[in-house]
């Protein structure tokens, strides 16, 4: 009887035992589980996250592409209309019409004179900057007066000159439509150039002819000059040669004695050096 007591006991204390077991067995899966969940929501709202920034990234990109290319479009278009409008100019110029490109370039062509002397200029800048020979001015540099094209007559002021090249930078007040410079180093024997000046005091007066040599050496030894056969006469110094495109590739400045077709002109890079450092510096008195 003791015996069977004793083994009901044991078993009993067994049973308890795995129940205890059972019970912490419970305990800790429900924690691992617990901590497992937590870890999953963590990855899952890192995985939003990382998706979201992916996202984001993705439209700004797509966005960035997208502006690109856009703005290269527009560059394109803008180009081919740019391009479009000097086919036309220069389809009438193989057309022998260059009524067009000089109706456009004469507005920014000036009479320039000092009482003793006459002769041609053409705006650079809309703000009223001229360029011409610096002797048509010289000598008479405080009494200065430019006739514009709209028949309006300016006092004119000398911010500076430029001896060894004979350019003079002058200044009226006043909004102008101001005419380009060309790459004169695109030049080509042969081209068609047009000349306008005030040969004679005459006003806006046009010729045409074609370029006979370029980077010829001119009186200050520089080889700086274009050769043409464009008539030139006494006023034409210092107004602008213009291509078929309406762009200025020189400043009429000499011709040769009484020789006929043997003009010359500075080319319009160098007045554009020869500007740049103008404005760069004080003028001499």
Known sequence: MVDH???RNILYSLVVILALLQIISFLII???FSNLNSKLDSEIEKTNLDLKKFTTDLIQTYNSLYQENFNDISMLLTKQEKDFEQEISLLKSTQEDFSGIINEAIVSVVTVSTGDSVGSGF?????GYIVTNYHVIQGRED???VLTYDRELKEAE???KDELRDLALLK???DYKEIALANSDELQVGKKVIAIGNPLGLSFTVTEG?????DRAGP??????IQTDVSLNPGNSGGPLIDTNGKVVGINNFKIGDAESLGFALESNSIRESVNSMLEQTIIP
């Open 123 to 127: 705006i650079i800048d809309s703000s």
């Open 30 to 32: 429900s924690v691992q």
């Open 210 to 214: 074609i370029i006979s040599a370029i």
């Open 143 to 145: 009494n200065i007066r």
């Open 158 to 160: 000398l911010i500076n």
């Open 220 to 225: 200050n030894g520089l080889a700086e000059y």
């Open 5 to 7: 007591k004793k083994h």
């Open 172 to 174: 009226i007040q006043g």
